[in-house]
């Protein structure tokens, strides 16, 4: 597989068919491990980064390969390659940006990624459709448990997976929620959401992770206590928390309907008209109409448009997937006039 | 949109900043975006975050004498952990274990793993995480006055303790 047959299909997770669909785009979890007796990648000489990615390699090779998991090292891709993997929530922009020998093993579905020298030797990341916490963390734990037989991580009796940054050390997961939240932030709730999450210890972050501003009206929550809780507790808890986030932002998406029906059509359909005749549009501004798009499709003002189109085009609008599909550079004028072609192309008539 | 700076580009990089309640916005291409360092400035790093959280350290007994440590195997300082907000290897959980369990504490309320062991750990390994999760259990069957169940769990717990004073493997 190569990187440019990811354009021909899209990730399991953008299906939009898991529970809770209407709200929570994705569920993720991912576990950070680092190798044992090897130094972090923090002060980790060039060369130690070629061993590390050696010493996992071969043990890939041999485990992943039979399970259609295959590795991309990155170091010997190209800029736009990395990026379009960033767009596809695959890696992280940290990844693709950084230096030396590093790669990233991924299935064929894009269910399942492990970032190799990221800040931390290992990164397994498994992403689900919709809400579904459970069965993300059982495919994890059976992926960690499979590398653990043929690898030792870096453990302590009392601080667990012992890890580059504190933030991480103990159990190493991290467990990221992504919700689309156009009625919260319409009704300028949002920093009712961001607050009251934060005082129970979950970060809020925009779409494309760590120092990313929300954009479309998406974020993504996560926990922030990795140390002194078993791996359920962790999700027991990001269980009882969400409902409380779909419940707020259902609540005033019937309100939007009941109190100003006419105003919400005007915005969906508009931002429909918008995307489907557009002839040169922005990333900022397509990724905006669309999640108008997305209510409007949710709440059946809109009928006709898949929910995974609406999906697969907040991913394939971006710079790179737009730029690989046309097989060159682009400068941005030119990638929104690109961009307005393909989005008119994907939409269906109504 | 055109970038603001340059007047030339387009802007791609939209930034927003609220200072004392006042909100400013700045529309900038890549190139400006990244000479006025912006997607650092908006931001704000984990090593912001650990650093906050490292400073204001009272003289106290304890934390004395630990910025001068250094680990003999990887060659960090516990300064160089305070810039950089990150270790350099396993051993430094060891090393810097006096400045690292406050923080621990501050950041995860709580210095104590009981999530998942590896299966080739030792077995003394094992036993005490085992013993951790045990006693978590106890304290929240006793909570919600399942006593019964609590007396089990409290008997396993003497029996593991027994080994692990005794070292039975």
Same mark, same amino acid.
């Given at each position: 597989?190569?990187?440019?047959?990811?354009?021909?299909?899209?990730?399991?997770?953008?299906?939009?068919?898991?529970?809770?669909?209407d709200?929570?785009?994705?569920?993720?979890?991912?576990?950070?491990?680092?190798?044992?007796?090897?130094?972090?990648?923090?002060?980790?000489?060039?060369?130690?980064?070629?061993?590390?990615?050696?010493?996992?390699?071969e043990r890939?090779?041999?485990?992943?390969?039979?399970?259609?998991?295959?590795?991309?090292?990155?170091?010997?891709?190209s800029?736009?390659?990395?990026?379009?993997?960033?767009?596809?929530?695959?890696?992280?922009?940290?990844?693709?940006?950084?230096?030396?020998?590093?790669?990233?093993?991924?299935?064929?579905?894009?269910?399942?990624?492990?970032?190799?020298?990221?800040?931390?030797?290992?990164?397994?990341?498994?992403?689900?459709?919709?809400?579904?916490?459970?069965?993300?963390?059982?495919?994890?734990?059976r992926?960690?448990?499979?590398?653990?037989?043929?690898?030792?991580?870096?453990?302590?009796?009392?601080?667990?997976y012992l890890?580059?940054?504190?933030?991480?050390?103990?159990?190493?997961?991290?467990?990221?929620?992504?919700?689309?939240?156009?009625?919260?932030v319409?009704?300028?709730?949002?920093?009712?959401?961001?607050?009251?999450?934060?005082?129970?210890?979950?970060?809020?972050?925009?779409?494309?992770?760590?120092?990313?501003?929300?954009?479309?009206?998406?974020?993504?929550?996560?926990?922030?206590?990795?140390?002194?809780?078993?791996?359920?507790?962790?999700?027991?808890?990001?269980r009882?928390?969400?409902?409380?986030?779909l419940?707020?932002?259902?609540?005033?998406?019937?309100?939007?309907?009941?109190?100003?029906?006419?105003?919400?059509?005007?915005?969906?359909?508009?931002?429909?008209?918008?995307?489907?005749?557009a002839?040169?549009?922005?990333?900022?501004?397509?990724?905006?109409?669309?999640?108008?798009?997305?209510?409007?499709?949710?709440?059946?003002?809109?009928?006709?448009?898949?929910?995974?189109?609406?999906?697969?085009?907040?991913?394939?609008?971006?710079?790179?997937?737009?730029?690989?599909?046309?097989?060159?550079?682009?400068e941005?004028?030119?990638?929104?006039?690109?961009?307005?072609?393909?989005?008119?192309?994907?939409?269906?008539?109504? | 949109?055109?970038?603001?700076?340059?007047?030339?580009n387009?802007?791609?990089?939209?930034?927003?900043?609220?200072?004392?309640g006042?909100?400013?916005?700045?529309?900038?291409?890549?190139?400006?975006?990244? /000479? +006025?360092g912006? &997607?650092?400035?908006?931001?704000?790093? #984990?090593?912001?975050?650990?650093?906050g959280? @490292?400073?204001? $350290?009272?003289?106290?007994?304890?934390?004395?004498?630990?910025?001068?440590?250094?680990?003999?195997?990887?060659?960090?300082?516990?300064?160089?952990?305070?810039? /950089? +907000?990150?270790? &350099?290897?396993?051993?430094?959980?060891? #090393?810097?274990?006096?400045?690292?369990?406050? @923080?621990?504490? $501050?950041?995860?309320?709580?210095?104590?793993?009981?999530?998942?062991?590896?299966?080739?750990?030792?077995?003394?390994?094992?036993?005490?995480?085992?013993?951790? /999760?045990?006693?978590?259990?106890?304290?929240?069957?006793?909570?919600?006055?399942?006593?019964?169940?609590?007396?089990?769990?409290?008997?396993?717990?003497?029996?593991?303790?027994?080994?692990?004073?005794?070292?039975?493997?």
């Amino acid at each position: 597989m190569k990187v440019d047959d990811f354009l021909g299909q899209s990730g399991e997770w953008l299906k939009g068919s898991g529970p809770e669909s209407d709200v929570v785009i994705s569920s993720r979890v991912r576990l950070a491990r680092n190798l044992h007796r090897f130094p972090f990648l923090t002060i980790a000489p060039p060369s130690e980064r070629t061993q590390v990615e050696q010493f996992v390699r071969e043990r890939f090779d041999e485990l992943l390969a039979p399970r259609k998991i295959q590795y991309f090292p990155l170091a010997r891709m190209s800029q736009l390659d990395r990026t379009l993997l960033v767009e596809r929530h695959l890696i992280s922009r940290e990844h693709a940006q950084g230096e030396g020998d590093r790669g990233v093993a991924i299935a064929q579905d894009e269910s399942t990624s492990i970032m190799v020298n990221e800040e931390d030797h290992l990164r397994l990341q498994v992403l689900r459709s919709g809400l579904n916490l459970e069965e993300a963390w059982e495919s994890l734990d059976r992926l960690d448990t499979l590398l653990e037989q043929h690898m030792n991580f870096a453990f302590h009796p009392r601080f667990g997976y012992l890890t580059c940054c504190p933030t991480n050390v103990g159990t190493g997961l991290r467990i990221s929620v992504m919700v689309h939240l156009p009625a919260a932030v319409f009704s300028k709730q949002m920093e009712k959401v961001l607050q009251s999450l934060q005082r129970v210890n979950y970060t809020v972050r925009g779409l494309y992770g760590e120092g990313t501003s929300p954009i479309g009206d998406m974020y993504q929550i996560s926990n922030q206590v990795t140390l002194g809780k078993t791996e359920k507790d962790i999700i027991v808890e990001l269980r009882r928390v969400i409902p409380e986030v779909l419940k707020f932002e259902r609540s005033w998406r019937h309100k939007l309907i009941d109190d100003r029906p006419r105003m919400l059509e005007d915005k969906v359909w508009r931002a429909y008209a918008i995307l489907k005749h557009a002839r040169s549009i922005s990333s900022e501004e397509t990724i905006e109409l669309l999640s108008a798009l997305r209510l409007g499709v949710n709440l059946n003002i809109v009928h006709g448009v898949p929910i995974e189109t609406v999906n697969e085009l907040f991913i394939f609008t971006q710079p790179s997937h737009l730029q690989k599909i046309e097989k060159k550079m682009l400068e941005p004028d030119e990638r929104d006039v690109v961009r307005a072609e393909f989005v008119r192309k994907k939409l269906p008539s109504l | 949109m055109i970038c603001e700076k340059c007047s030339k580009n387009h802007a791609t990089v939209h930034v927003t900043e609220v200072v004392n309640g006042v909100k400013k916005e700045a529309h900038l291409c890549d190139e400006c975006a990244g /000479k +006025a360092g912006v &997607g650092i400035k908006f931001t704000l790093s #984990v090593s912001d975050i650990l650093g906050g959280l @490292l400073e204001p $350290k009272p003289a106290g007994k304890k934390t004395e004498g630990v910025a001068q440590l250094r680990c003999p195997e990887c060659g960090m300082t516990y300064t160089q952990f305070k810039e /950089k +907000a990150r270790l &350099g290897c396993a051993n430094d959980y060891e #090393v810097f274990r006096a400045g690292l369990v406050p @923080l621990l504490e $501050k950041i995860h309320q709580s210095t104590q793993h009981c999530g998942k062991t590896p299966h080739n750990a030792d077995s003394q390994t094992r036993k005490e995480n085992e013993l951790v /999760k045990l006693k978590r259990e106890l304290d929240s069957l006793v909570k919600s006055e399942n006593f019964e169940r609590a007396a089990e769990v409290r008997d396993r717990i003497r029996t593991l303790e027994t080994d692990l004073d005794k070292g039975v493997e």
